[in-house]
């Protein structure tokens, strides 16, 4: 049976040994100018150091270049590229077709690889293998899908399927600095330029006693889920099927709380492929361990997992 890859979303480069040593497989990083809602962010020096830590260890670094993209930026997309061929990162993740186009402007479409993905959008197997004969070779599925539909997606997929396994997601994003704008109107000041590394802001709804952090950054604004994705306890179904990726988000998390994530679910994945019975004995231990080093005020969920998806 198919081992899936572990990829996982370091906050810094210091971080990215440990989360080898502790079962990661495949790294995310990347800077604000070009991808959306990192875990930290990673220069083109640091970029550099990164495929080079994680190609000695035989792991793979994809560069995020996600973001929503204006006519202001598109000139720098061609060499931000020609950088990253040159320096050997794995992949490159795009929602933006602008990405796809300049790709082919410098001729890195033949010698790199391209995942896709929307954060929302990729819901169904048609649209993946659209963007597969585009030249993406992954489809990074959407967190509102529930089981079936990733396995279904998996069953007709003609590229390789990711699914965000643990984590926190996001719930919505605009371009416009919204919370500055209302700070602004209310003679108050924000001070939102800068603010992505100072992600202090919770939208609280006292009804669901929920929390939902919020930033702003040059990419806009973001609200984020009130809970984290769990699925380290139903794993099976997905590892049947032969999901290629299992995604652990890093973002507003610390270094050793990631780590240790990471830990148990290489765990977690070894043992359901090696010793099915096992890992259904060990499943409770695994959801009481990762509650206990849980941030505070933020609980764990299954997220769309086992939920019936409205639009």
Same mark, same amino acid.
């Given at each position: ?8 979303? @370091?906050?810094?480069?210091?971080? +990215? ?11 995310? +990083?990347?800077e ?9 962010e ?13 190609h000695?260890?035989k ?15 598109? @000139? ?67 967190r ?20 965000q ?14 919370v ?32 939902? @952090? ?5 990419n ?35 270094s ?44 764990i ?11």
């Amino acid at each position: 049976m198919k081992k899936p890859e572990l990829l996982v979303t @370091p906050t810094n480069v210091d971080d +990215i040994e440990p989360l080898i040593e502790a079962g990661a497989t495949a790294i995310m +990083i990347g800077e604000e100018k070009f991808g959306l809602r990192l875990a930290g962010e990673f220069s083109k020096e640091d970029v550099e150091r990164a495929v080079n830590i994680a190609h000695n260890k035989k792991v793979k670094v994809y560069v995020a270049m996600n973001g929503i993209y204006h006519n202001d930026i598109l @000139p720098s997309l061609p060499e931000y590229i020609q950088f990253l061929n040159k320096v050997g990162v794995d992949s490159i993740v795009f929602g933006d077709p602008a990405v796809l186009m300049a790709a082919r402007e410098v001729g890195a479409v033949n010698r790199m690889k391209f995942h896709w993905n929307t954060e929302t959008t990729a819901t169904n197997w048609y649209t993946a293998n659209y963007w597969g004969r585009k030249g993406a070779r992954r489809a990074v599925l959407a967190r509102e899908l529930n089981m079936d539909s990733i396995v279904e997606i998996k069953e007709n997929a003609d590229v390789e399927v990711e699914v965000q396994v643990h984590g926190m997601t996001c719930m919505f994003q605009s371009k416009r600095t919204l919370v500055g704008n209302y700070m602004e109107f209310q003679g108050k000041d924000l001070k939102v330029e800068g603010r992505s590394k100072d992600r202090s802001l919770f939208l609280h709804d006292p009804e669901r006693d929920a929390k939902y @952090p919020i930033w702003e950054d040059q990419n806009g604004t973001h609200i984020m889920s009130p809970k984290d994705i769990c699925i380290i306890d139903e794993l099976e179904e997905m590892i049947d099927a032969e999901i290629d990726c299992f995604k652990i988000d890093g973002i507003l998390k610390g270094s050793d709380y990631l780590i240790k994530v990471t830990s148990l679910y290489r765990e977690a994945i070894d043992l359901c492929l090696e010793d099915r019975e096992a890992y259904e004995d060990k499943k409770e231990a695994y959801i009481e361990t990762i509650k206990r080093i849980q941030p505070p005020n933020r609980d764990i969920d299954t997220g769309f997992f086992f939920k019936e998806t409205v639009y």
